[in-house]
């Protein structure tokens, strides 16, 4: 049976087609759909719609159905459409007419919109904290290893000496400006749009500013059509936000598969955390972080996957927007696994020293040996020219002393005010 019925049920074809993966999507939406009635009910009763013995039967009865998802009995049933479907049913199978009541002034499309609001809230709450945790552990990485020096590259040629302290640490700042766009993102996902009901309002007194204060949003999404068009907008700040962590996550994993390879060496893993081949059995391979690649390139597909799907949809709701949990939900999944699968992975790494050693790595110290000379006092085209021509002839040699000292060089990485700029970047996301 169908909230909308009006004496005749839809054909089973259709049914499928347009309720899709709700029926399991939706339970991720549950808690949320709960809280959100809850808010709505306290305020149809201030302005009221609802008796305070009403009230306190739903409110009753609400906190029952919370319990059932805390135990994880809470499922939707079949020929139910979606989480509001059950929970305004289960209500109304409890308590007859007064369950009736809970939808005045509201609709399924300003009610998925609250449920998609607290559910990105929280998820993007979390993958903030699992940032936090790889940024923490990419610079205690970085203070540990910063005297261990590594070849940095340009072209993928040579080209100056660089240090596991300035690689770590830059992941560590790539990633505050990742939590920039994520907290932006958190901005737009924390407005109450319940209120706007199918999208143009209610003719009901609604006191919006009390369920915006009951449901913890910062502010409301006013403009009841606004509210409606944030559908796909929040989506599309967040799923940017995780495609940039996703962008810097992937480069990071591109590196370390590149620098498990022999011809580098530079680290390595405990064999338990490589996977082996079927075939050669000296195999120890970086399965992990090719498969965090691959995951990390898909979710920079999402937003572009958000973007086609509500590209010039028509003013107002449209079915379509269903779709958005499709995509989203998989992909704040995702981006979660990879980041605590790195965090995890990078517990285990290990480091090796002395690589600039090699003679492969001497041209490495060309820039180093052309600033010596130049502050002796040639001029640095022409010192450029005298290392440059050792260089050509084969009878350059490295003094191999690298002294760099400026603000977030292998000297002075700058690793609290990186820090403190990552505290400033998540303080409205995780304020605790
Ligand atoms: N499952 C629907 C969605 O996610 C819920 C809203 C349904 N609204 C409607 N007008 N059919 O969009």
Redesign the pocket.
Known sequence: MKLWSKGFEPDKMIEEFTVGA?RQLDLQLARYDVEGSMAHITMLESIGLLTREELDTLLDALKDILAMIDRGEFTIEPGVE?V?SQVEFLLTQRLGDVGKKIHSGRS??DQ?LVDLKLFMRAELKEIARSMMRLFDRLQSLSEEHKDTLMPGYTHLQVAMPSSFGLWFGAYAEALVDDMELLAAAYRIADQNPLGSAAGYGSSFPLDREMTTRLLGFHTLHYNVVAAQMSRGKTERAASMAIAAVASTLGRMAMDVCMWMCQNFGFISFPDEFTTGSSIMPHKKNPDVFEIMRGKCNRLQAVPNEVALLTANLPLG?N?D??LL?DIMFPATVEIRSCLDMADFMLQHIRVKSDILSDPRYDYLFTVEDVNRLTLSGVPFREAYRTVGMQVQEGTYKPTREVHHTHAGSIGNLCNPQIAEKMRNAAKEILPD
């Open positions: 709700d979606d509001h399924r499309n998925v709701y079915r927007l269903q949990k």
